[in-house]
């Protein structure tokens, strides 16, 4: 009964910031790689940032520094700090977990590694 829920996604322009979280129950939170991903109709869905159980990040190159993945153990929550927004950040945003195992730096951005899956968050960034 692993369960996740998206929150905070929202319209905003260019350069602005939106902070995502992720609620998560059902399972021992602290054991497992967590992540963000994004997807647009038409386009398979890609990674975005990464955190596995010992707090290691892994960040696609396209959201390197404007991006910052985190998460809160006492409180069961993963978040996302987007700032510099670009329109190109324009996608709907799903959180994930996996068990997870060796060579994670490997596939930590893979989506079809992660076995669970929140329902999605829309972010939408006009110019």
């Known amino acids: 009964q692993v369960q996740l829920v998206e929150s905070g996604g929202g319209s905003v322009q260019a350069g602005g910031s939106l902070r995502l979280s992720c609620a998560v129950s059902?399972?021992?939170?602290?054991?497992?790689?967590m992540g963000w991903f994004r997807q647009t109709p038409g386009k398979e869905r890609e990674g975005v940032a990464t955190?596995?159980?010992?707090?290691?990040?892994k960040y696609a190159d396209s959201v390197k520094e404007r991006f910052t993945i985190s998460k809160d153990n006492a409180v069961n929550t993963l978040y996302l700090q987007m700032n510099s927004l670009k329109p190109e950040d324009t996608a709907m945003y799903y959180c994930?977990?996996?068990?997870?195992?060796?060579?994670?730096?490997?596939?930590?951005?893979?989506?079809?590694?992660?076995?669970?899956w929140g329902r999605g968050t829309q972010v939408t960034v006009s110019s």
């Open positions: 994930a977990a996996t068990r997870g195992g060796g060579g994670w730096d490997t596939w930590a951005l893979k989506p079809e590694k992660y076995e669970h």
């Open positions: 059902g399972y021992t939170y602290s054991a497992y790689c």
């Open positions: 955190i596995d159980s010992r707090g290691s990040t």
